[in-house]
């Protein structure tokens, strides 16, 4: 039997996703040691591998068939656009995806002006704008404290992950419109699908239940 392959995204998601796997049988001991330098975690029993990953390389992983199985965002699967199947909402790490920005920006979304959106998900940006409202925008891509864009003028509004939204309340920032709903996904590879159909197929029907 071959082994089955997960990449995981690193942190919180990890940490989530190996607690739903021990509801159903699948551990791994050495994943436990929060000291180890492992890159892959294995368990021989049941013939699984485990790796971590960021969370942006893990469609990757999965498409190219290094992974089988992977667990992630639904921010990262519509933002990098890989061929996969997404087979499971797995119903953690619920927030969502909103354009944001000062109370003042609002009407220029209403009548679609031509305005700066700073972001680091510049493809959901692109879909959001240009094929859902048909505004015509000019798409700026950051890495990091998204919030400073309209404070300082680089952009009108961003397009980021909101959660509680404290953050944008601090810094004077408001949701002005909900993109999409996101949470955590399990993804695998289309090829394994076939060939792993009754080890992944009974996996996902599993994990429904405890769901």
């Known amino acids: ?11 919180r998601l990890a940490r989530k996703s190996m607690e739903l796997f021990e509801q159903i049988g699948i551990t791994c001991e050495e994943m436990q040691d929060p000291a180890t330098r492992k890159l892959i975690f294995v368990n021989e ?4 591998r485990f790796f971590l990953a960021k969370a942006p390389d893990v469609p990757t992983y999965v498409e190219y068939g290094a992974a089988d199985v992977g667990i992630v965002g639904k921010d990262t699967i519509l933002e990098e656009h890989r061929r996969m199947y997404e087979v499971l909402d797995l119903g953690y790490g619920k927030c969502r995806m909103c354009v944001c920005g000062p ?22 940006a692109k879909e959001y704008f240009y094929n859902q409202k048909h505004q015509t925008v ?34 004077g920032l408001k949701v002005l419109e909900e993109v999409c709903p996101l949470s955590a996904r399990m993804v695998v590879n289309q090829v394994s699908m076939k060939m792993e159909n009754e080890r992944i197929g009974k996996m996902i029907n599993e994990l429904k239940k405890v769901i």
């Open 103 to 124: 109370e003042s920006a609002r009407e220029l979304l209403k009548h679609q002006e031509l305005i700066r959106v700073a972001t680091k998900y510049p493809h959901i």
């Open 45 to 48: 029993e049941l013939k699984l």
């Open 1 to 11: 039997m071959r082994y089955l392959t997960f990449a995981l995204g690193k942190g």
């Open 138 to 171: 000019e798409i700026i891509k950051l890495n990091g404290s998204i919030e400073l864009a309209p404070i300082v003028g680089l952009s009108e509004v961003i397009v980021d992950i909101v959660e509680t939204g404290s953050t944008l309340k601090e810094n």
